[in-house]
């Protein structure tokens, strides 16, 4: 199955809806069988159903992807910057 495909039962759904992310993976992961990952996934997934979002694009995540990269950047360009400006001014 994929995400947003599991059959979630009504405490899984009441604990997302309540902003209990850990306890619905450990519910889902009890009914379900599911590993861990793949739990999380389906959770994460529910979760952006349940609040209208759609589907984050695969490589966005907030795991990395583009704009871990750019934070990445940005923090050697602001850590260069301060040295330059106070140490080899």
Known sequence: M????????????????GGRKI???KILREESGLG???A??????LQRERRGNPAIPAGM???GG?????KAVVA?????GVYFYFFAG
């Open 76 to 80: 050697i360009v602001i850590v260069l």
């Open 2 to 17: 994929e995400d947003g495909e599991y059959p979630y039962s009504d405490d899984v759904i009441a604990a997302v809806d």
């Open 23 to 25: 306890e619905a993976i």
């Open 61 to 63: 995540s907030e795991e």
């Open 66 to 70: 583009a704009g871990g990269l750019i």
């Open 36 to 38: 861990l990952r793949d």
């Open 40 to 45: 999380k996934h389906a959770i994460e997934a």
